[in-house]
């Protein structure tokens, strides 16, 4: 085994039965062949799973619902001290991750991947992740994800894989782990069986362009606030009704874009 192949670790599995031979706990679990499997390309593994492993995501990566893998980065570094970065060509400040580096993980990471998953880099430059990047992911078959460090990553690598560069907003965060966790949050909740009640989906913030409409539940009345009526008065279609209009004026007051491409669509 080369001294640049990382040791496998992968989180996730359906149950735990007894047996006679010994098993590691951290082992690709066979069962696990079809779920959605999520991997990435990061310098701190010990961040994962973080927020996955906790609450309906936590509970569907127990599960078997979905498996997720960290490539550690360090691991392909040049050297005595494992380099995964150097200086930007032309000068400037900060670092930049190498391309030879980045493309052995990348490497090792489909070795392991489903076919047809996609490659993503975070990155505050890139295309903005949205509820349908999200819906369209969940119908891969995975994902493998690159978490950014320092300045970036090497132009080349990025051309040469044909790296899908996705931004989960309008700001620079040190480094790619808590977008990679955002994201995954986003699509694992939209996958079969995550949930459990599919409706849910079906009505939350921009799962049809709108944001979501006010929510309450009791006491019916709390610090002289009551309830709408509507929402007490067992009339589904006034209730509904009534949600569509909040979701719209609400949309049109918060997000004017938002409001704008779902008036386009209905036109």
Same mark, same amino acid.
């Given at each position: 085994?080369?001294?640049?192949?990382?040791?496998?670790?992968?989180?996730?599995?359906?149950?735990?039965?007894?047996?006679?031979?010994?098993?590691?706990?951290?082992?690709?679990?066979?069962?696990?062949?079809?779920?959605?499997?999520?991997?990435?390309?990061?310098?701190?593994?010990?961040?994962?799973?973080?927020?996955?492993?906790?609450?309906?995501?936590?509970?569907?990566?127990?599960?078997?619902?979905?498996?997720?893998?960290?490539?550690?980065?360090?691991?392909?570094?040049?050297?005595?001290?494992?380099?995964?970065?150097?200086?930007?060509?032309?000068?400037?400040? #900060?670092?930049? !991750?190498?391309?030879? *580096? +980045?493309?052995? =993980?990348?490497?090792?990471?489909?070795?392991?991947?489903?076919?047809? /998953?996609?490659?993503?880099?975070?990155?505050?430059?890139?295309?903005?992740?949205?509820?349908?990047?999200?819906?369209?992911?969940?119908?891969?078959?995975?994902?493998?994800?690159?978490?950014?460090?320092?300045?970036?990553?090497?132009?080349?690598?990025?051309?040469?894989?044909?790296?899908?560069?996705?931004?989960?907003?309008?700001?620079?965060?040190? #480094?790619?782990? !808590?977008?990679?966790? *955002? +994201?995954?949050? =986003?699509?694992?909740?939209?996958?079969?069986?995550?949930?459990?009640? /599919?409706?849910?989906?079906?009505?939350?913030?921009?799962?049809?362009?709108?944001?979501?409409?006010?929510?309450?539940?009791?006491?019916?009345?709390?610090?002289?606030?009551?309830?709408?009526?509507?929402?007490?008065?067992?009339?589904?279609?006034?209730?509904?009704?009534?949600?569509?209009?909040?979701?719209?004026?609400?949309?049109?007051?918060?997000?004017?874009?938002?409001?704008?491409?779902?008036?386009?669509?209905?036109?």
């Amino acid at each position: 085994m080369s001294d640049k192949t990382p040791p496998s670790r992968s989180h996730g599995r359906k149950t735990i039965r007894p047996t006679l031979q010994p098993r590691d706990l951290m082992e690709q679990d066979p069962e696990l062949a079809r779920a959605f499997r999520a991997q990435i390309i990061t310098l701190f593994p010990e961040a994962f799973p973080g927020t996955l492993g906790l609450s309906l995501t936590g509970k569907a990566l127990k599960e078997g619902k979905w498996q997720l893998n960290t490539v550690p980065l360090r691991t392909f570094g040049e050297g005595k001290h494992r380099n995964v970065d150097d200086t930007p060509a032309g000068g400037g400040a #900060g670092m930049v !991750l190498r391309p030879d *580096v +980045m493309a052995a =993980a990348i490497a090792t990471a489909r070795a392991s991947q489903h076919a047809g /998953a996609p490659l993503i880099y975070l990155s505050p430059r890139g295309r903005p992740f949205t509820q349908r990047m999200a819906r369209d992911l969940a119908t891969r078959p995975g994902v493998t994800m690159i978490c950014g460090r320092f300045e970036g990553l090497d132009q080349r690598v990025i051309d040469q894989f044909d790296i899908a560069e996705v931004s989960i907003g309008d700001y620079v965060l040190t #480094g790619g782990e !808590l977008a990679a966790q *955002v +994201m995954l949050d =986003a699509v694992v909740r939209l996958l079969p069986g995550v949930l459990g009640n /599919a409706d849910s989906t079906e009505e939350e913030s921009f799962s049809d362009g709108l944001l979501e409409h006010p929510q309450y539940t009791r006491p019916a009345e709390w610090q002289g606030r009551p309830i709408p009526p509507v929402l007490l008065s067992g009339n589904h279609g006034a209730v509904a009704d009534w949600r569509r209009a909040q979701s719209e004026a609400l949309t049109k007051a918060r997000r004017p874009d938002l409001w704008q491409a779902y008036k386009d669509r209905k036109d």
